[in-house]
């Protein structure tokens, strides 16, 4: 069986140092996710080029028998420094980790990517980076399928609901529901965000203080159809700050 050497192009969404000085990075790509280590990367250059958010070149060397591909050599190929930024690197790291958890190992998206790209660059560059990583964050959902039942209910099916599901983060009818409708326009922006454009959403805006329960609203409905995504609450204050 022959070794292999490959040559990609990927956002870095996920980075760990291993005790022995090894960097293990998770790249999204547009041929997909894939994951390879570092070996010793914290003490030569690649320790500066494998940052989280990097879009980096990388040489990959992999035998069969490798769980992980090595990384020879890595090129950074584009940079976001405002990311570092404390109001900005919250939902850029929220974001790469929606991704991890949506698109899976050698599962070809180059659309994923470019979504994802445009994410980053525009939490990076736009004057209100919540709201690009709430639009975004549910185009990403739609991408890769999960899409929230707007249309009717959650749980009777009744059409054109209005309150908030506390448990699955979709849309309750009435009298399915224990807590008050939505506002107009965040209603507005749950029912079409998914198959809006995105320069659409962004020019219409929900103002901040509704803000808070559409991020609990994605937030369970992640949790329920992808999985847990660690950083929710670490990451951006509103969760937490709205009762289940």
Known sequence: ????????????????????????????????????????????????????????????????????????????????????????????????????????????????????AGALRGVSHQPDPEWVALVMSYKLLGLAGFVPQTARCARCGTADPAHPDPLGGQLLCVACASLPAYPPQSLEFLRNVVRRSVRASMDMPVPEEQRPALWRALERFVTVQVGNVQSWRQLVPHVAAVPA
């Open 1 to 116: 069986m022959r070794s292999r050497s490959a040559n990609r192009s990927g956002i870095v969404i996920r980075r760990r140092v291993t005790p022995a000085g090894d960097i293990i990075v998770t790249l999204l790509t547009p041929q997909g996710k894939i994951k390879a280590i570092a070996r010793g990367g914290v003490r030569g250059p690649l320790a500066s080029r494998l940052n989280l958010f990097h879009h980096v070149g990388v040489q990959l060397y992999q035998t069969p028998q490798a769980d992980l591909g090595t990384v020879q050599q890595a090129v950074l190929e584009g940079a976001l420094p405002r990311l570092a930024e404390p109001e900005r690197y919250a939902f850029a790291h929220l974001m790469a980790e929606l991704a991890d958890a949506l698109f899976q190992e050698g599962e070809f998206s180059a659309q994923a990517f470019e979504l994802f």
